[in-house]
């Protein structure tokens, strides 16, 4: 579930708790409006949260890449070198064994984590100089 999703549902069960209150539409109007308001800055703080994220991520990984052992550079390529041939080979009924679901997690983890670190990597700078400049 998303992060802004769970936001939402926190805050739902109590604007419609503000819904049935025995009020005057005024007075509902102002406590709705105060509590968008706070969904807007939990929101903003979880954004900044997250670009913070993404982009100590991309420090790791610009680290990585940048390092002077030719192992600390070339680690990541390597494990996903070795899963794209263990998938190859189970599918291919080339192993002794099939490969277990977990073994499918740890490669979509795998992947995901590198996919999504090296375009993290490229889109960090971009994101940064942009909340900077709001």
Known sequence: MSAWKTLT???NPITELVDELHTSEEERL???SG???VQATLAARMMDYEARLVEAKAQVITAEA???SWM???WRPITMLTFLFL???DTFGWTAFRLAPEAWTLLQI???GYVIGRSAE???PKITEVMRKD
């Open 9 to 11: 549902g926190l805050l």
């Open 30 to 32: 102002q406590i709705k």
């Open 35 to 37: 509590l968008f308001q």
């Open 66 to 68: 940048n390092g002077q």
């Open 72 to 74: 600390q550079r070339n």
């Open 87 to 89: 998938v190859v080979a």
């Open 110 to 112: 795998g992947l995901g």
């Open 122 to 124: 490229k889109i960090a």
